[in-house]
């Protein structure tokens, strides 16, 4: 029986692991849950999971669950708060496994701790591997702590690599739907609404990274991320864009070949792969051959999406600009959501905060989180100044 701390258990990829962990309850059990600050899924969850221990964001939410599990007569769970909980929940000696899906870097100090105790780490949260992949990939390695994607993309990834040696790969192609937005007129893009970014064709995500896969920001990260997972440099991380998301990613070999993993569109699936590796175990979610159809790939358009081409210049700079990048799309992805900024201000906001952004190396978590903090601010700063609606350029005589 594997033992399991899900870090962001009431996220949808929290729902979809505690969803998979119901099919094999003689496999996996929960031994600690972070939830953030939904109480009342965190509350139905300790009922059906009895966790040894349960985190929350705040105190007040902590006070408010601990009342409610004593008010329904549970007993033994006990119930902590804030950055230092999370910790706990991912370092708790029971814990053989970790799931890591804390959206942003709120979750960044938890993954590290759980590294640096031994704990395998199963990785939804590509934020962490942008801001501090090159100190969470060294702890790893230095311990011999497994980190392995969750992320469809990557996990696809790690999948077709079993097949040769790591000296025999050519390149990686990560495979992106091309969000809502690859076909609509450039010119339009100043008129996308809210509502329209968060109808992604393919998938169902969180808010977030629904509008980061619209801008492909998401696909940016991922090339980071790629880098640091599978040691490459951006040269050898390409992108192509694959409507259907059939295929979720391809590995091309030296001598040519190209291996690539097609599954159902279903998170569960590189859930199960990550809680059950190195075994695989049976599963329902096949893939209906018959239903295939087409498969269509073409290269992406880094003038319509802006956000990739920062993201590869960022790859290629790491450290800071790595971290800059990450913050900076939060803070205008938010004020998007917010209607403070338009669509396009958030390629804008993210250029203006890296090249303000100062050549740094942050050696650990705490200069990551300082440098992210800086980054947050600087982001803040430029929003404030970019009008809501973007103004038509003044024409020079």
């Known amino acids: 029986m594997k033992q399991i701390a899900i870090l962001g258990s009431t996220g949808s990829i929290g729902q979809s692991s505690l969803s998979i962990l119901e099919e094999y309850p003689d496999r996996f059990a929960i031994a600690s849950l972070a939830a953030g600050r939904n109480v009342d899924a965190a509350f139905d969850q300790c009922l059906r999971w009895r966790p040894r221990v349960v985190s929350l964001a705040t105190a007040e939410l902590a006070d408010t669950l601990a009342l409610r599990l004593r008010e329904a007569g549970v007993t033994g769970i006990e119930v902590l708060h804030g950055a230092a909980g999370t910790v706990q929940v991912a370092t708790l000696p029971e814990v053989d496994f970790v799931i890591s899906a804390i959206v942003g870097v709120a979750g960044l100090e938890a993954t590290y ?168 175990l049976p599963s329902k979610l096949t893939f209906d051959m018959a239903a295939l159809g087409r498969l269509d790939f073409s290269p992406p358009d880094f003038a319509r999406f802006p956000c990739l081409r920062l993201a590869y210049e960022a790859a290629e700079r790491g450290g800071a600009h790595c971290i800059a990048l990450n913050a900076a799309d939060e803070v205008a992805v938010e004020a998007f959501l917010e209607r403070a900024i338009p669509f396009p201000g958030i390629p804008r906001t993210i250029e203006d905060v890296l090249q303000a952004t100062p050549e740094s190396h942050p050696a650990t978590i705490q200069e990551v989180l300082a440098l992210d903090a800086q980054a947050r601010d600087l982001a803040r700063e430029v929003v404030a100044k970019t009008p809501t609606r973007s103004q038509p350029a003044l024409h020079r005589r």
């Open 113 to 280: 701790a759980a590294i640096l105790a031994g704990k395998p780490v199963g990785l939804a949260n590509k934020e962490a591997m942008v801001a501090a992949g090159e100190i969470l990939t060294a702890a790893a390695r230095e311990r011999n702590v497994p980190l392995l994607p969750i992320d469809s993309e990557h996990n696809a990834i790690h999948q077709a690599m079993r097949a040769g040696e790591k000296r025999e790969i050519s390149r990686i192609w990560l495979t992106a739907s091309g969000g809502p937005f690859r076909s609509l007129p450039l010119q339009d893009f100043d008129h996308i609404t809210v509502e329209q970014a968060l109808k992604h064709p393919t998938w169902v995500m969180g808010r977030r990274i629904t509008i980061d896969s619209a801008t492909m920001l998401n696909k940016g990260l991922e090339i980071i991320e790629a880098c640091r997972l599978f040691d490459l440099p951006p040269s050898a991380v390409k992108v192509t864009v694959h409507p259907q998301s059939t295929v979720h990613s391809l590995v091309e070999y030296i001598d040519g070949s190209i291996l690539a993993q097609i599954s159902v569109t279903d998170m569960r699936l590189p859930i199960l792969y990550a809680l059950s590796y190195p075994e695989r």
